[in-house]
């Protein structure tokens, strides 16, 4: 009994520690700059520089709804999302610095783009320590 009480007590804090993980450092603190998406072999490479402008908390990983549209060649208002991914991007940033990024991002379905591709990112939520 006393070991299962304990193992309850150890799973509270982790959920704990991850729900506060993603509070301690907003997505208006991390700043993307450069970021880009090459195709490599089967899959893309999106490569770029994240900064750490939170003052206390070291980043340690970024979650990215990364968004792919198929758009009419001359406009990139007339589209149509032919593919959605959610990436996560490991990575370690002290407060108050920066670090360049490269991520392989894998697409379940082929991209068969008929017009312009055009793509963009948003952050889900941020972890830190």
């Known amino acids: 009994m006393v070991c299962a009480v304990g193992g309850f007590l150890y799973w509270q804090y982790q959920e704990n520690e991850e729900k506060q993980s993603k509070k ?33 908390y070291t980043l340690k990983g970024v979650q990215l709804k990364l968004t792919f549209r198929d758009c009419a060649k001359d406009s990139d208002s007339n589209c149509i999302i032919i593919a959605e991914e959610d990436e996560y991007i490991y990575i370690n940033i002290p407060p108050k610095q920066a670090r360049d990024f490269k991520e392989r991002v894998y697409l379940y379905s082929d991209l068969n783009v008929k017009g312009k591709l055009v793509w963009d990112y948003s952050i889900e939520y941020t972890k830190a320590e």
């Open 24 to 56: 301690r450092i907003a997505p208006s603190e991390v700043f993307f700059e450069g970021v880009s998406l090459k195709s490599s072999y089967g899959s893309y490479d999106m490569v770029g520089r994240i900064t750490n402008n939170s003052n206390k």
